[in-house]
């Protein structure tokens, strides 16, 4: 009888310390097992635009572009964009029909296409054409907010700071890393509680897993190689 409570209570504070989420210590270990399992998952098109192109304003733009977009529509998308225009100075010279044409069928094409020409018209005129490597700087580009700056800062430019997306924003709740309502509380969240070496490559990874393993809606936890330290807070089904 002593043994079966001793292991009940056990169970129990497994289940309490499950249910407080992960540490920022534990989460560090559950990164180094993603990162080596991600080598099996499609990565985010905008990392690996970053690390192909190696251009800060193509980086900024397909950004851009993703927002509500598949990637394999978005790649296309700049594939076809690029080929017309690779500087702020060309890009405005297009006219805003060919432009659109040129991303269709990005979600809100119409509307990015006048976004990308705004953002084109304030690098000429505050930073004489060149894509700033600081958040608060890009945060001032006409249609440029947190995450796509952030994006840009951590993968054209490998400098720290915390992309937040809806993979990021679930998958950090899901641990009970944070407990947070909206992506821009869940970066400011994330700030205090992730390690800073782990702030670049936070979203890359996560958007990797959050496509593949850990979805909105019925995760797939009996893949999931961090299943065991995951609380799965909030998680009503999963395969």
């Not at 407080?20 to 990565?43: C, F, H, N, P, Y």
């Not at 990637?71 to 076809?80: G, K, N, Q, S």
């Not at 297009?94 to 809100?108: C, D, Q, S, T």
């Not at 995760?219 to 609380?231: A, G, K, M, Q, Y």
Request: aromatic share 6%.
């Amino acid at each position: 009888m002593i043994e079966i409570k001793s292991r009940l209570s056990e169970t129990g504070s497994r289940r309490r310390k499950l249910i407080a989420g992960v540490t920022g210590k534990s989460v560090a270990k559950m990164l180094r097992i993603l990162r080596r399992q991600s080598e099996k998952w499609d990565a985010p098109i905008i990392s690996l635009m970053a690390q192909q192109k190696e251009d800060p304003f193509l980086t900024l733009i397909g950004c851009i572009l993703s927002l509500r977009t598949k990637d394999e529509v978005t790649a296309l998308a700049c594939e076809r964009l690029f080929a017309k225009a690779r500087t702020p100075q060309a890009m405005v010279a297009v006219a805003p029909k060919i432009l659109e044409r040129l991303i269709y069928p990005v979600g809100f094409y119409r509307t990015k296409a006048r976004v990308i020409r705004g953002i084109c018209g304030d690098l000429i005129a505050k930073f004489d054409g060149r894509v700033p490597d600081d958040i608060d700087k890009l945060l001032t580009l006409n249609g440029v907010g947190r995450k796509t700056a952030n994006l840009v800062v951590t993968q054209a430019f490998r400098k720290p700071g915390i992309c937040v997306d809806t993979h990021v924003h679930r998958i950090s709740n899901r641990w009970g890393l944070v407990a947070s309502k909206t992506p821009d509380k869940t970066e400011m969240a994330l700030r205090e509680v992730l390690p800073r070496r782990h702030w670049i490559d936070y979203n890359t990874t996560l958007v990797a897993f959050g496509q593949t393993i850990c979805q909105p809606v019925s995760p797939w936890c009996s893949r999931c190689p961090v299943e065991r330290d995951c609380p799965k807070i909030g998680v009503v089904h999963r395969r």
